[in-house]
């Protein structure tokens, strides 16, 4: 099963948010490079970069990656269809795009009408490519017709083309490929989210071959086994064993504890579920229900089953009442659970 990175939004109210568009974008590629180990946001990709100030470039893009340990792959000059052949490999592809010529999808912003990088993840259905705009907010996956991200794309390409070659003659396609990623920073920095132009600005794309301009993870992200999966549970799920937690201890989404998934925010009671696993753990891990939605694309809060350190659980056994007891019982904790939410909390607290 391919492993699917968390959404990250641009919108982080950080001074140079309205810029982060391609920061925000790598970040969930790096999330994906890693199967969850490294993550990161726009702001913090942006600070691990030397340009502080407008739009970003792939260069930008590959010294922030640098910092992580990881080699971004840099195919600027390239077609739709060499993106296209990397998602089917299982790469995830920071795309750039004319955002008004993917509108309505994604989360465009007035006019649309600027140059736009979003992270498209290699998982298909049908015509349409799973999407995450980082101009959303909160951030989320989306899915998009694989027509649309061409146009898109293509259009980018092509303005970038005709920036780059305005008033030159013959250009060698190296020195070609590097004056499209300048001319990509400039009209970046131009035309934002916050600030796009009316109307499209005109440029000649004449001669631009349909090369587009994007980056891609190193590596397809590594297969997980579904069994270590985060698993949304049934509703009314009960055990005859309960787990103390203190407040601040981590939870995962997987058995051997590899992918971090957020911590505890208060102490909670709850139950856990079965005989310790996670053959990689000294002491191994326990599965647990807690209430979460940060790490579901919808941001919907789940009872969801993930896990903990054995030697981060304080367990005792609870026998659950039965008949109408139970019942009661599981009335009075929905209850709680609906005030908690209402009052924008996790309960148990995550």
Request: glycine letters at 10%.
């Amino acid at each position: 099963m391919t492993y699917r990175a968390l959404p990250v939004t641009q919108r982080d109210g950080t001074p140079l948010a309205n810029s982060n568009c391609r920061m925000a974008s790598i970040a969930t590629g790096l999330d994906y490079e890693s199967a969850g180990l490294q993550t990161s946001t726009g702001a913090e990709m942006r600070a691990r970069q030397s340009d502080q100030s407008g739009g970003t470039d792939s260069g930008d893009a590959a010294e922030a990656w640098a910092s992580y340990g990881q080699a971004l792959r840099v195919r600027d000059g390239a077609t739709f269809d060499d993106a296209r052949a990397d998602l089917v490999a299982g790469r995830l592809v920071h795309l750039d795009v004319w955002a008004a010529a993917m509108a309505p999808a994604g989360c465009p912003s007035g006019t649309g009408q600027y140059g736009h990088t979003i992270a498209v993840a290699p998982e298909q259905s049908g015509t349409r490519w799973l999407v995450s705009d980082p101009w959303c907010s909160p951030p989320k996956w989306a899915w998009i017709d694989e027509a649309l991200l061409r146009e898109a794309a293509e259009t980018w390409g092509g303005m970038c083309y005709g920036e780059a070659t305005s008033g030159r003659g013959s250009i060698a396609e190296s020195v070609l490929r590097a004056l499209m990623r300048l001319a990509a920073k400039r009209l970046m920095s131009q035309y934002r989210p916050d600030a796009p132009a009316l109307v499209a600005p005109p440029f000649d794309t004449a001669g631009a071959g349909g090369r587009i301009m994007f980056t891609t993870t190193s590596a397809p992200a590594p297969e997980i086994e579904e069994a270590d999966m985060p698993i949304v549970a049934a509703a009314g799920l009960v055990s005859t064993v309960r787990a103390r937690i203190a407040k601040g201890v981590d939870w995962y989404e997987d058995a051997n504890l590899t992918r971090r998934g957020g911590s505890f925010s208060a102490d909670a009671d709850i139950w856990y579920i079965g005989a310790p696993v996670g053959e990689l753990v000294e002491g191994g891990s326990y599965a647990v229900q807690v209430n979460t939605g940060s790490i579901y694309g919808d941001g919907v809060v789940r009872p969801t089953i993930v896990y903990v350190a054995v030697a981060d659980a304080d367990t005792y056994t609870a026998v659950p009442p039965s008949g109408a007891d139970a019942d009661e019982v599981r009335e009075l904790r929905d209850i709680e659970w609906e005030d908690a939410l209402r009052r924008g909390e996790a309960w148990p607290s995550t």
